[in-house]
């Protein structure tokens, strides 16, 4: 059973970094995408970045490019959000998420939330002063 589990959430400064991490566990094939959501209060779920078992291929939301940057550490069936130059309005829970596809094509991927059916519990992410 696929299992989730994210961390690196908490409070940091407006110009502040923090570096989520979703640790994986019990995938059920080998192609898969993992993607990274946030949800402000009030506020729909957003797809903020995504990344490719094959190729790890990256995509990335406009609000969040230049920003964050996503990785993966295969060894450890382990994807990262590095996020840099953090904002008020980042703050939210952030989620990761696994589909399972194949990416084709050029372009964005993998930043709709209701392709995604297994879902970590989330991590709080605050940013203020």
């Known amino acids: 059973q696929l299992q989730l589990v994210e961390s690196g959430g908490g409070l940091v400064q407006p110009g502040g970094s923090l570096r989520l991490s979703c640790a994986a566990s019990?995938?059920?094939?080998?192609?898969?995408?993992i993607g990274w959501f946030r949800q402000a209060p009030g506020k729909e779920r957003e797809g903020v970045s995504a990344i490719s078992s094959f190729g790890g291929r990256t995509s990335y939301a406009d609000s969040v490019r230049g920003r964050f940057t996503i990785s993966r550490d295969a060894a450890k069936s382990t994807v990262y959000l590095q996020m840099d130059g953090l904002q008020p309005e980042d703050t939210a829970v952030y989620y990761c998420a696994v589909r399972y596809a194949i990416v084709s094509g050029p372009g964005r991927f993998g930043l709709d939330p209701d392709q995604y059916t297994n879902w970590g519990q989330g991590t709080q992410v605050t940013v203020s002063s």
């Open positions: 019990g995938f059920a094939k080998d192609y898969y995408i």
